[in-house]
């Protein structure tokens, strides 16, 4: 309900965003915001974005979070995403560890992790992994480190940086 919803308003068929009470008196200064509805959805996308969890065409998993540059931690826990055979549920945990030069990555999934991938970043631009079976991608002026051949409905890896850089 928005900032202004009046209940007994509401209840009596008046108007409930704004206005007088069902008593007479005036019990709020603004006229509501009837646009809480988006502003509460903001958020939601940006978790969303965060977390990075789809489903490709075919109905595989696609994890690309967005873990952002100043956090060590962050857990998404029973996400739902689409496969070709209805809705499975994805937890996950990301913890980075700068001091280390890696990424630790958790999944669990009830599912399974057959054919999905994972996108881990970003790391600075000129880092490479020490994996050379991820692939690196550079996007705006960043690196991001593609894990694939992914199985079972668990798995725990870590993605570490060489000392050197490019």
């Known amino acids: 309900l928005h900032e202004c ?4 308003n509401y209840e009596q068929g ?12 005036n019990v709020h200064e603004n006229p509501g915001d009837e646009g809480s509805l ?6 939601v996308k940006a978790m969303l974005m965060m977390a990075g969890v789809s489903s490709d065409r075919n109905g ?3 994890l690309t979070p967005r873990m952002p540059w100043n956090f060590d931690r962050m857990t998404v826990t029973d996400i739902p995403y689409c496969t070709r055979d209805g809705v499975e549920f994805l937890s996950m945990e990301l913890r980075h560890l700068r001091h280390r030069r890696r990424m630790n990555v958790q999944l669990r999934t009830t599912g399974t992790l057959d054919q999905a991938s994972f996108r881990a970043g970003p790391f600075p631009m000129l880092t490479q992994p020490e994996d050379a079976s991820l692939v690196k991608q550079v996007r705006g002026g960043a690196a991001w480190f593609v894990k694939t051949g992914l ?5 725990e890896f870590d993605i570490r940086l060489r000392q050197e850089i490019d």
């Open 5 to 8: 919803f009046s209940y007994g």
């Open 14 to 25: 008046l108007d409930h965003t704004y206005g007088c009470g069902s008593n007479g008196v």
């Open 38 to 43: 988006v502003q509460q959805a903001e958020p």
């Open 60 to 62: 595989h998993l696609v």
């Open 151 to 155: 199985g079972g409905k668990e798995t």
